[in-house]
């Protein structure tokens, strides 16, 4: 291939390229960088038939019969997730996604599309595409008003704009005439008019203004194949096979077109991409960048392990896709104000560690292969036998100390453009001492007013600027090895103290005194430290950038929990209010609370850089970062910390599973549809929700989660989200992408779980409203069953008080005349008082039964009075003295029938004892009714008499047990001191 002259001339590249550097512009040209994409985990190599992307930027590519999309993450086999809809066994020959999201699928057979909204494949009806044995399919391309074009190879083509769909056969009619196969190689829109280009030389124009009516146009004596068509401002350029350009003008002229400075390759495979905003050229061995006239605004070098070409290219806006046999790369622009400077030595070992701008923007740079010096006009004078130069220092206008590793210090001056061994003298004492010992690595240089101060691999030196006698530094305890360290930068302080970093901590020499600054207690590294007002920064190996104060407390770190790239910072620098910070693993840019880091994907030749390699080239606002791979350049007026380089992600899959068989179901449509809502039904839980971050390539990015407010959780590559039979509910997922940009980008999704049907409210509510049907229902059959036995047992106590109660009344009154008629016969008169006292007792015995069977009388108040009366007629009988105490609420309280009976023959049964054996005395009755019921009957008895006593509590008392028993009460006695008490207590609210 034959490209800009001066470009094949690796010397000369270097001269513009460092020319550029110095220029002194405000702001860098934005420079393009190249990525491969790792599409599948387990290999490098993927052949690629074609390329697309979608609108979301999610790239698809095809294999050998295969059908993937790239989600910046993983590749998704597209044809695995339609295998029940595949019409045919078809194998795909080309794709395309147009501005429809639709996904185009040409076969050897038949041509379909899948709707990336619903994910339902549709075929185009056969009567629209050529005969079967002609529809081998050249390409798919969509055209700039968004039609999309399908060529076949025998000449047909297919028009489809929306759902309309064109043929255009005139090619294929003018092969079959002029019996020569003629087929379609590409396409444009130029001038209102579709122009196709053939294999005989010929272009094909398609006017869609006028019914797609056709026109050939043939080059002059031109018969080669046109793989390329690009529509200009100024024609139509013609790319004629292998090399030739021409233009067709729009008044039909042809002419060569040579474009500035660039011709195409003879000999070897190549593609030429059309774009909005550039064209692509790209071969074996490098990719260029063109504008409208094809001059090239950039070159990059093919990362091409073998020597194979790629196939296809796509461009979108101001980014390209290559298609290779190795797999896909991308072209895309670096960050503004990114820019790399590689020092032209002839070495590999590209390795920077010094480099001082001078105010003109003339710039002396030091390597380990070598080291140059470049003048403002970009004249380049190199010193290859300058290596190892470690540290710059300036001494004077036009000569700089140049501290090397193993070599002590060297002069270069700048007027004569040479470099010289620098002529100095020991002190007589360091001479004595350390004559074997002189510190040939230096590391470190400044200057007091009377001495230049060196830092080396083996402590502190002093070197006189007037007599340049060199002598070692001891503090004031006198110690010859107190700072036998590595001084890796000196500081000088207002205060007149000094601040050396080394490689066990930071240390301040004040008055020859050598106090520890940082870290307080053990050792730590420290490679550079910086005083922004009364806070001294200090970069640390292995604990990040850490701000302390004057005595060493540490106020404030950066490390990578706060955003920084790695926590080993080799080299710092404070650049108008901001700090750039070389470490380990990339750059960061830090201000306030703000950590911007840079890293490879944005273009970052080199992810290490070296120590104390860095400079402030503060007028032209460019901070210099010296790494492995030379200078990365920042131009510090741009604006680092706005939100440009912000990725966002997107959920690409969803996978559900439900069911009692577990039946799994898969969404692919929720980046296309934009929906923020997912729905799982009752039986189904969420297996998996799949991010996916386009353009993953420009800016390292980190993904995380939140799932209801919860913790932040990191999502690594290749993790998905899952709800495993949530509960119902509401879950709402918060995700956030981080990238270099400054902020974040965050996304809500909510995922609402419907519930059973007997977990709804509405279930709940109804199963409460049949609850308590249900138990109105109990309640009204069991008030009407107890009135039912209210009635029943005052039925029985009305047919007893009336028929018995008359019969008994009868006997009892025949009795008494009978006694008294036959009063003479005094055996006689004893029988009839008998039966007239029997019947009597009968009378009363039935009319407390028909008492406790009435339900008229089940109430607190009816018991009361009936125990008063039996007490009084007792009393009537027996002529006995007694107290009947009540307490509490015994007129409302209701009492069952059980209880009331059993109470009451209870009651009858403990005051006949108590009557019975009582010595006369008065009788005590008390009846409280409050939560609980409690019965106390007490008597006293002869002392004398304590058989009396054994007896009243004999086989009654037993008797009264059961029936306390079996309405859940508790009888006890109390027999002491000629005093018998019976309790009975029954439990709150029993039978109430």
């Known amino acids: 291939m034959h490209l800009l002259s001066y470009l094949s001339k690796k010397w000369f590249f270097h001269l513009g390229l460092i020319g550029s550097l110095c220029a002194g512009q405000a702001a860098f040209s934005q420079d393009y960088t190249i990525a491969k994409l790792k599409l599948f985990p387990d290999r490098d190599e993927v052949l690629i038939k074609d390329v697309t992307t979608d609108s979301l930027g999610f ?132 001038n209102g008019k579709y122009w196709v280009g053939t294999t005989v030389g010929t272009v094909l124009s398609i006017d869609p203004y006028r019914g797609c009516r056709t026109e050939y146009h043939q080059l002059p004596g031109i018969h080669q194949h046109i793989p390329n068509l ?25 002419e060569a077109f040579v474009p500035e400075g660039f011709t195409l390759a003879e000999n070897e495979y190549y593609v030429l991409g059309e774009g909005k905003q550039m064209h692509v050229y790209a071969d074996t061995k ?33 980014e390209a896709v290559l298609g290779t046999e190795e797999g896909i790369f991308v072209i895309y622009p670096k960050t503004k104000g990114l820019s790399q400077f590689i020092p032209p030595n002839a070495s590999t070992n590209k390795s920077t560690r010094g480099i001082y701008v001078y105010p003109d923007g003339a710039f002396f740079y030091s390597t380990y292969q070598g080291a140059g010096f470049v003048e403002s006009d970009g004249t380049v004078w190199p010193f290859e036998q300058l290596r190892h130069a470690y540290v710059l220092y300036p001494i004077n206008d036009h000569e700089l100390f140049v ?54 691999s083996g ?19 006198g110690e010859p090895h107190g700072l036998d360290l590595q001084i890796r930068y000196i500081q000088l302080t207002p205060q007149g103290s000094m601040l050396l970093s080394t490689n066990v901590g ?37 604990k990040g950038l850490v701000a302390i104060d004057a005595k060493g407390h540490v106020l404030q770190t950066f490390t990578t929990g706060e955003g920084l790239s790695n926590n080993l910072v080799y080299s710092l620098e404070y650049a108008d209010g901001a700090f750039v910070v070389g470490t380990a693993d990339g750059l960061n840019l830090i201000s306030g609370q703000r950590v911007r880091r840079i890293g490879t994907a944005e273009g970052l030749s080199q992810s290490e850089f070296n120590s104390g390699a860095s400079f402030w080239d503060e007028p032209r606002k460019r901070v210099y970062v010296g790494g492995l791979m030379g200078y990365t350049v920042l131009d510090m007026s741009q604006p680092w910390f706005t939100n440009s380089n912000r990725l966002e992600s997107y959920v690409t899959e969803i996978h559900t599973s439900g069911g009692k068989s577990g039946a799994q179901s898969a969404d692919y449509t929720w980046p296309y549809h934009g929906d923020q809502t997912l729905v799982l039904q009752p039986e189904q839980s969420l297996t998996g929700l799949y991010v996916g971050t386009p353009g993953n390539y420009r800016a390292d990015s980190e993904i995380r989660y939140m799932l209801n407010a919860g913790n932040w959780e990191p999502l690594e590559l290749g993790q998905f989200i899952s709800l495993i039979e949530p509960s119902p509910g509401d879950y709402h ?230 029936r306390a028993t079996k309405i859940g009460g508790v009888l006890s006695v109390a027999d002491g001191e000629g005093e018998f008490r019976l309790t009975l207590d029954l439990p709150p609210k029993r039978g109430i």
């Open 286 to 318: 490098s990719a260029c960048l063109l504008d409208a006239d094809f001059g090239i605004t950039q070159q990059i070098a093919m990362p091409l392990k073998n020597r194979f070409g790629p196939k296809h290219v796509c461009i979108i806006g101001d």
């Open 733 to 962: 997922i918060q995700l956030e992408t981080r990238s270099t940009g400054i902020d974040s980008k965050q996304k809500a999704i909510n995922v609402i779980k419907r519930p059973h049907y007997y977990q709804t409210w509405w279930f709940r509510g109804l199963a409460m409203v049949l609850v308590l049907l249900l138990v109105v229902i109990w309640y009204r059959g069991r008030i009407q069953k107890v009135r039912r036995e209210q009635a029943i047992r005052n039925r029985i106590a009305a047919d007893l008080h009336d028929e018995v109660g008359s019969s008994l009344t009868r006997i009892f009154f025949q009795a008494n005349t009978l006694s008294a008629e036959q009063r003479a016969d005094e055996k006689q008169g004893k029988q009839l008082e008998l039966i007239a006292d029997t019947s009597k007792q009968a009378l009363l015995t039935m009319s407390d039964m028909v008492w406790s069977i009435d339900s008229r009388f089940d109430a607190m108040k009816e018991l009361v009075i009936r125990m008063k009366d039996y007490v009084y007629r007792l009393r009537e009988e027996l002529d006995f003295s007694y107290r009947f105490e009540e307490q509490g609420d015994v007129e409302s309280g209701k009492v069952s029938q059980t209880v009331r009976q059993n109470l009451f023959l209870i009651f009858k049964e403990a005051l006949t004892n108590a009557i019975k054996y009582s010595d006369g005395s008065e009788i005590t009755i008390a009846f409280a009714v409050d939560k609980a019921i409690r019965l106390v009957i007490t008597n006293r008895y002869t002392a004398k008499n304590n058989a009396v006593a054994a007896q009243q509590g004999g086989r009654g008392l037993q008797n009264m047990r059961q």
């Open 230 to 254: 690009i529509a200009g401002d100024d024609g139509l350029i013609v790319n004629a096979s292998p090399d030739q350009l021409y233009q067709l003008r729009s008044q039909g002229e042809w």
């Open 506 to 542: 930071l240390f301040e020499v004040l008055q020859r005194q050598v106090i520890k600054r940082y870290p307080l207690s053990g050792n730590l590294g420290v490679y550079k430290s910086l005083a922004v007002g009364d806070t001294l920064w200090v970069a640390t190996q292995g």
């Open 59 to 190: 790239i698809w590519f095809l294999t050998n019969g295969e059908i993937y999309r790239y989600d910046g993450y993983r590749s998704l086999d597209i044809l695995k997730t339609i295998a029940g809809q595949q019409l045919t066994d078809d194998m795909p020959q080309r794709i395309l996604i147009d501005r429809q999201h639709r996904l185009w699928m040409a076969g050897n057979a038949n041509l379909s599309y899948l709707d990336l909204k619903t994910w339902m494949v549709h075929a185009v009806d056969s009567s629209l595409l050529p005969p079967v044995h002609n529809r081998m399919v050249s390409w798919i391309k969509q055209l700039a008003d968004s039609t999309v074009m399908v060529a076949y190879e025998n000449g047909h083509l297919l028009l489809i704009h929306d759902n309309r769909f064109v043929p255009i056969d005139g090619l294929y009619h003018e092969s079959v005439a002029a019996n020569n196969k003629v087929s379609p190689l590409c396409v444009t829109l130029w």
């Open 459 to 477: 402590g502190l030196w002093l070197l006189d600027k007037k007599t340049y006698s060199l002598r070692r530094f001891a503090d004031v305890s």
């Open 403 to 456: 501290g090397t590793e193993g070599g002590f210090l060297k002069i270069f001056d700048r007027k004569r453009h040479r470099v010289t061994d620098i002529h100095y003298t020991l002190t007589p004492e360091t001479a004595a001492k350390h004559a074997f010992n002189l510190p040939v690595n230096v590391m470190s240089l400044a200057e007091t007013d009377s001495d230049y101060l060196i830092g080396s």
